[in-house]
């Protein structure tokens, strides 16, 4: 029913920013982004809502802006300051009242 298309992940240094973005086919309530490193569980990085409300993972906060066009069906996250632990795969989440949806992934590695 909704489709989400992830880009702009790629290789950067420690300390080096990176932007995401997600497009939807349709607009949705909640949009967000997820990662998940090799061995590891899969873990909220941003959220935000159609109205704005933004929440972030303490491990993110103040380094990671996650921002979204309501007309676009879009939402982006900006990624400055990187480090090596923020190396995993990042996936686009939409969620509505009952349903929630998943891009592909885009993978985002931090190294020098």
């Known amino acids: 029913q909704v489709q989400l298309v992830e880009s702009g992940g790629g290789l950067v240094q420690p300390g080096g920013s990176l932007r995401l973005s997600c497009a939807a086919s349709?607009?949705?309530?909640?949009m967000g982004w997820y990662r998940q490193a090799p061995g590891k569980q899969r873990e909220l990085v941003a959220t935000?809502?159609?109205?704005?409300?933004?929440n972030y993972a303490d491990s993110v906060k103040g380094r990671f802006t996650i921002s979204r066009d309501n007309a676009k069906n879009t939402v982006s996250l900006q990624m400055n300051s990187l480090k090596a632990e923020d190396t995993a795969v990042y996936y686009c989440?939409?969620?509505?009242?009952?349903?929630?949806?998943w891009g592909q992934g885009t993978q985002v590695t931090v190294s020098s």
């Open positions: 349709t607009s949705i309530f909640s």
């Open positions: 935000i809502t159609s109205g704005g409300s933004t």
């Open positions: 989440n939409a969620r509505g009242t009952f349903l929630q949806y």
